[in-house]
């Protein structure tokens, strides 16, 4: 938000440095909402400032990973154009595309594929049809929503993408439950990868 933009920025180029101790090649954020028109000065002091937090990572030898959710992903790329930085790269979480009603997570994942660094094993229901984008999903167990988990290993596989399979499990007010749902989620994915790698 433009409101809390300069003091982000500023926070998010310490982390970067801190990260930069620890050889960490990369960083990743949430961008906020990226306004929908390019021809806005909103976007356009958003790109402005991207591009700056870019050239100061990259000036510590990492990447940027985008994470998905609140854009679709015709209109993340047309961001990560505008931006136009070789550093700018996207942590893809198919769960968001459905809590944020932004996208069918298969689909959008072929369109992005290209940039996808790292990814967010995470599971979740569509809002009510009448609600699809303004209401907000339901984060549920790994395998229990509407992803699809077995169709976005594999597609994951058939785009070329090698890397961790981060779990993701947001339910601090229910540890007990939490701890029980990523071992639940261990398991589905040595099941799935065991499944698809034969």
């Known amino acids: 938000p433009k409101e809390t933009r300069a003091a982000r ?3 998010m180029t310490e ?6 101790l620890l050889g960490c090649g990369c960083v990743a954020l949430h961008i906020g909402f ?6 806005s000065v909103d ?9 700056d937090l870019l050239d100061h990572i990259n000036g510590n030898g990492q990447n940027l990973h985008l994470e998905t959710g609140q854009e679709s992903a015709d209109h993340l790329l047309e961001f990560i154009h505008d931006v136009a930085r070789d550093n700018l790269f996207i942590n893809f979480d198919p769960a968001n595309m459905i809590l944020y009603g932004s996208g069918e997570p298969i689909e959008a994942l072929r369109k992005v594929g290209h940039l996808v660094r790292s990814v967010h094993c995470k599971d979740a229901k ?3 049809p009448a609600q699809r984008g303004t209401g907000w999903g339901q984060e549920v167990a790994l395998g229990d ?5 077995e169709t976005y290993l594999r597609t994951l596989l058939e785009l070329g993408y090698t890397g961790p399979l981060t779990i993701e499990r947001e ?9 029980a749902d990523i071992g639940k989620a261990v398991s589905l994915l040595n099941d799935l990868k065991a499944k698809i790698l034969g």
């Open 43 to 51: 976007y356009k002091d958003l790109v402005s400032a991207t591009r």
């Open 171 to 179: 339910i601090p007010q229910d540890p007990v439950r939490q701890k």
């Open 34 to 39: 990226v306004p929908p028109d390019r021809s």
């Open 15 to 20: 982390i970067s440095d801190f990260a930069k």
């Open 145 to 149: 929503g509407d992803v699809g988990m």
């Open 126 to 128: 569509w809002a009510a």
């Open 9 to 11: 920025v500023a926070e």
